[in-house]
């Protein structure tokens, strides 16, 4: 059984104005994440998604649908049992949201206090969380004197600090230069692998999903519209705002204005090859070109790994005997996705 | 100049009555304000208690009764000083008055104050499962904390200004004791000692204002 399981969830929000429609965020979402994952979820900001994850810990009641978290559902129960459910799932937010009255120390121990902890037990866990994120020496500190880094891994140590199953991460690097992205992600990737917490993260990043995710979903005006493996949906992206998506990390197919372009400084015909691994390799695919006499020049594209696997796409210009190409084009198609451009 | 050494202790005597009719106005309406404040912040639409019908009163309730002027509010209000303090007249029911009235102004300054809050530190308080009761007392509070003291500051000060017209009903005070032995005497000395006791007291509270907010706000 999954860990978080949506069913055909809607939510909407009363319209802006007097006599206008309501604004449905969130359209018919069904989704599961299973135990374990890191979920990336992306999409435009005004895609739905920040109301999407705030369905799971209830901070946004769903309008229609089914929620269940760990075996509890979450639509539809009264207040107090969602507080205590809430223990269960840490949130970082974008803007970090730490209580800026309150030392670091003290904002790691609130979550633990609310939960009813001795001081015997706070003291323990405050200790070990901020050594987790290496923030130990800043204690004493209040929020306003650190940086934006510092911030959000203490935001991230007062989420786990009640040892929740499920971490959801708001944009949780938006607000961060990529250095210091990169050492938040590290982060949240220890935090799965170590302790083992179901990460859901939000962003429109393509990179944080490249890096963190397991499994992805694309949502655009409030619907989920791809979702599955993230090599799977990087490699292959099916609908259009995916394929925008990917385009920002991966270098694809040309758009045609980049087309144009080519065309102007390379003669010969343009064919773009799509590797994925598994597909025959990139070496057998030159070797064959060349044996049918075509001579080849690499003019764009690029290979991609995510998490040990690699796809890619080359697009090259070939010249040579008209029969010949076609051919080899032919014979190649068998073995890998061929796409002449035209 | 003579007479306000002859006077001197009248002088003394309004002074401890300024600070006990304001100091006591301020604890209660300061109570007050602070409970209609937080009414005023939670039932707004999208906040904690967020209730339109509630929030809609409450506002026209401080707006109807926020602008009337104290003098006013002060001979209005009489029959329910009475009812409530047993009297009328007097330091009592000036207490009483300027409680209330305090309570429709303070009311906005705090709500005004915990609207700066970050409404996402209200929302990483509820992920953590905070109740709302506890959200007030420790998220919301604490980190309006600064402003807040610098409201009271002055709110303090409008209260010195506003306790002028106890004589009105027969309470005391600096107000008072300007009127009755410098005004109505022709006495601009002892009126300008009454300014000048004043001056100072609003001095020493604002400087103690500004040192706690300085303290709450670590800067």
Do not use: C
Request: neutral net charge; aromatic residues 8%.
């Amino acid at each position: 059984m999954p860990l978080i399981s949506l069913q055909d969830v809607t939510k909407s929000f009363p319209p802006g104005r007097r006599g206008g429609d309501p604004v449905r965020a969130i359209d018919n979402v069904s989704l599961d994440i299973e135990a374990g994952e890191i979920y990336g979820i992306i999409g435009y900001s005004g895609a739905g998604k920040s109301t999407l994850v705030r369905l799971i810990n209830a901070l946004e009641k769903a309008t229609s649908g089914t929620i269940i978290v760990d075996g509890h559902q979450v639509t539809n129960v009264p207040d107090r049992q969602l507080r205590k459910l809430r223990l269960d799932i840490g949130m970082i937010f974008q803007q970090f949201n730490l209580f800026n009255a309150k030392t670091v120390w003290n904002n790691v121990a609130y979550p633990l206090r609310v939960a009813g902890k001795s001081r015997e037990e706070i003291q323990a866990r405050v200790t070990e969380l901020l050594d987790f994120v290496g923030l130990a020496d800043k204690a004493s500190n209040y929020p306003e004197q650190l940086s934006g880094g510092q911030k959000q891994r203490v935001g991230i140590a007062r989420a786990l600090a009640t040892s929740p199953k499920i971490l959801l991460a708001d944009e949780a690097t938006s607000a961060l230069d990529p250095e210091t992205t990169h050492e938040v992600l590290r982060l949240l990737r220890r935090v799965n692998e170590e302790l083992g917490i179901t990460i859901v993260v939000i962003t429109h990043e393509m990179d944080v999903i490249q890096t963190l995710a397991t499994k992805v979903a694309v949502m655009d005006g409030g619907r989920i519209v791809e979702q599955g493996d993230v090599f799977d949906v990087f490699s292959n992206p099916r609908q259009a705002s995916s394929q925008r998506f990917v385009s920002t990390v991966v270098r694809g197919i040309p758009a045609p204005d980049e087309l144009a372009a080519l065309r102007e400084r390379h003669a010969g015909r343009i064919v773009t090859f799509s590797f994925r691994d598994g597909d025959s390799s990139q070496a057998s695919v030159f070797l064959e070109l060349a044996a049918a006499g075509v001579e080849f020049e690499l003019i764009y594209g690029g290979i991609n790994d995510i998490r040990g696997r690699a796809f890619g796409h080359l697009t090259l210009a070939l010249t040579g005997p008209g029969a010949s190409i076609d051919a080899a084009l032919a014979s190649l198609a068998a073995r890998t996705t061929v796409k002449e451009l035209s | 100049m003579d007479s306000v050494i002859d006077l001197s202790p009248e002088l003394w005597v309004a002074t401890y009555e300024t600070l006990y009719i304001v100091g006591f106005s301020l604890f209660f309406g300061g109570l007050g304000g602070l409970l209609l404040g937080i009414g005023l912040y939670t039932t707004r639409a999208g906040s904690i208690l967020g209730n339109s019908a509630v929030f809609g009163t409450l506002n026209i309730i401080v707006n109807i009764f926020r602008p009337i002027p104290f003098i006013i509010f002060l001979a209005a209000a009489q029959p329910l000083a009475r009812a409530v303090t047993g009297t009328g007249i007097g330091n009592s029911a000036i207490i009483f008055t300027l409680s209330l009235a305090a309570a429709f102004g303070i009311s906005r300054i705090v709500e005004q104050n915990l609207l700066t809050v970050q409404p996402g530190v209200i929302e990483a308080a509820r992920s953590v499962g905070a109740g709302r009761l506890r959200i007030i007392l420790t998220i919301l509070i604490p980190e309006a904390l600064g402003p807040l003291i610098l409201g009271y500051t002055f709110i303090f000060v409008a209260l010195v200004d506003m306790s002028a017209v106890a004589g009105y009903v027969g309470g005391g005070g600096l107000g008072n004791f300007a009127i009755q032995y410098g005004y109505r005497q022709f006495n601009p000395w002892v009126t300008w000692a009454a300014v000048i006791v004043i001056i100072l007291l609003v001095q020493a509270v604002q400087f103690l204002g500004n040192v706690l907010a300085r303290k709450a706000l670590r800067r």
